[in-house]
């Protein structure tokens, strides 16, 4: 392990991170609510530390993948234990185990809160909460590698840690070239959901708050009744239609840049997304017509349901309405998306859909061999036949995440919650969710919970995020030895 190089890219990440809290204050400076002096504290320690740990010399400029796992491990820690300083130093939430985990809730792009009244907090420290969704949304690693490569240090291993999904390929041949072009759609949405928010009537604060939840599929808002408190059609769809954009692998968005249309619509992943959002949107808007005595129009039934199933398939989990009240047919459904997620590729979280169109394809496969024992039946997405090292890490993958859930599960009991908030705590956690049922349901937050119950929730979101493997690499003796 070149600790060198570790402690070097760390502090090339906090820098980025003090860099990015300076729109934050200037928020801050602009509304003037007394929390610009924990900006600017909070950005000088955080930039001066990272200079520091910048001028450690690394002995090798190539990372090895131990050093990537490191460095995208401990480098999400670091970036949510700086990230807390705003909250607690300005007083906003002066408990540093309650800032820590919503920031790295942020940063996660969970979306779990404990604030129980948002709309008192500073518009300053609201910004920064909401940024850090958009910050780690896409991935301050993506963009750190970015960077790299003009340092000299090739970022690749980094590239393949972080980005969510089974498989982290090159956009184009350089990766610092592959970033550009994620951040540069990333940017491009950004700007135009906010434009479109702005003709909607949101005021420009609220825009960007709002499509900073969006497109990084975190779900903080700043209004008390979340998305609810617009009473405008247009606004909900606005930002239902983003938010069904942000869950779609983004070098799609790249490819029909580059003309190639076919590719997008034979892509097998996006129409398995679609599919599912589709039926589940019918399947929830009639049963909570029939079933629900609170709809008398199955317009504005279908709206909430297709609404509600975009926001927990994307993993962002804005709220129309309180689903928690919806018929439990309904809410299973909901319950079973937070499990799925986006594409591979997107800012969501959960299994991504990439991992569920190969898990249907293996069960297929097997019902094919049993016909047909002796048979070759290779199995294949968007034409291409998936080697078996990438079938391996997909089936493990999801026997892993299913094992944490239930640890979780059992673990988050221990609260004395009944089964309902249990499982769905754990599995919005893992997911990236962040809402839930019962005691995590859209009108509760997480303030209830112990301290300990909040680190190891905030333990389940950084693995979620990093899909688990990441952590669990990285806690093995084996990544601390000296040898490759």
Not at 70 to 96: M, Q, R
Not at 303 to 311: I, T
Not at 374 to 384: E, L, R, S
């Amino acid at each position: 392990m070149d600790y060198g190089v570790v402690i070097k890219v760390l502090g090339i990440l906090l820098v980025f991170e003090g860099l990015l809290m300076i729109p934050a204050l200037f928020v801050s400076f602009f509304y003037g609510q007394g929390d610009s002096f924990a900006f600017l504290l909070s950005i000088a320690l955080t930039a001066i530390i990272g200079l520091f740990m910048f001028r450690v010399k690394g002995y090798h400029k190539k990372i090895k993948a131990k050093e990537a796992l490191a460095i995208v491990a401990i480098g999400w820690i670091l970036t949510s234990f700086f990230g807390s300083l705003p909250f607690v130093i300005s007083g906003s939430i002066p408990s540093f185990v309650d800032a820590f985990f919503e920031t790295i809730s942020g940063l996660t792009t969970t979306g779990a809160t404990l604030i129980e009244d948002v709309e008192a907090l500073p518009k300053g420290i609201l910004f920064w909460r909401s940024f850090t969704h958009w910050i780690g949304g896409m991935g301050i690693l993506v963009l750190t590698v970015a960077i790299l490569p003009t340092m000299g240090i090739g970022g690749f291993q980094i590239f393949k840690a972080e980005i969510p999904g089974p498989m982290a390929d090159k956009i184009v041949p350089r990766i610092k070239d592959t970033a550009k072009i994620l951040y540069v759609t990333y940017i491009s949405m950004t700007i135009l959901q906010i434009g479109l928010l702005l003709i909607g009537g949101m005021n420009l604060y609220e825009s960007t708050i709002h499509t900073f939840g969006t497109l990084g599929t975190g779900g903080f808002s700043v209004r008390r009744e979340n998305i609810g408190a617009y009473d405008s059609s247009y606004i909900h769809i606005v930002i239902n239609i983003f938010m069904v954009l942000s869950g779609i692998n983004f070098s799609l968005f790249y490819a029909l840049y580059k003309g190639k249309w076919r590719d997008v619509i034979r892509n097998e992943e996006l129409r398995l997304y679609l599919t599912i959002i589709f039926i589940s949107s019918i399947l929830v808007g009639l049963n909570i017509f029939i079933a629900s005595g609170g709809y008398k129009n199955i317009g504005l039934a279908f709206k909430d349901s297709f609404f509600q199933v975009s926001s927990i398939m994307t993993t962002t989990a804005y709220t129309t309405t309180d689903f928690d009240l919806w018929p439990v047919f309904s809410k299973t459904i909901l319950f079973m998306l937070m499990f799925i997620g986006g594409c591979a590729g997107s800012t969501s979280g959960s299994i991504k859909g990439l991992r569920i169109l190969v898990l249907f394809k293996l069960v297929k496969r097997q019902i094919g061999k049993t016909f047909h024992p002796n048979a070759y039946i290779p199995v294949k997405v968007d034409g291409k036949i998936l080697n078996d090292s990438t079938i391996t890490s997909i089936a493990s993958f999801f026997i892993l995440y299913i094992i944490i859930f239930f640890i979780g599960t059992l673990v988050i009991s221990l609260e004395g919650l009944d089964f309902q908030s249990s499982i769905s705590t754990a599995a919005a956690s893992i997911g990236n969710v962040g809402l839930g049922f019962g005691s995590v349901g859209p009108s509760q937050n997480y303030s209830g919970f112990s301290s300990w119950a909040k680190m190891f929730l905030s333990l389940l979101m950084l693995m979620g995020r990093l899909e688990l493997f990441t952590i669990i690499a990285l806690i093995s003796p084996k990544s601390w030895k000296n040898d490759i």
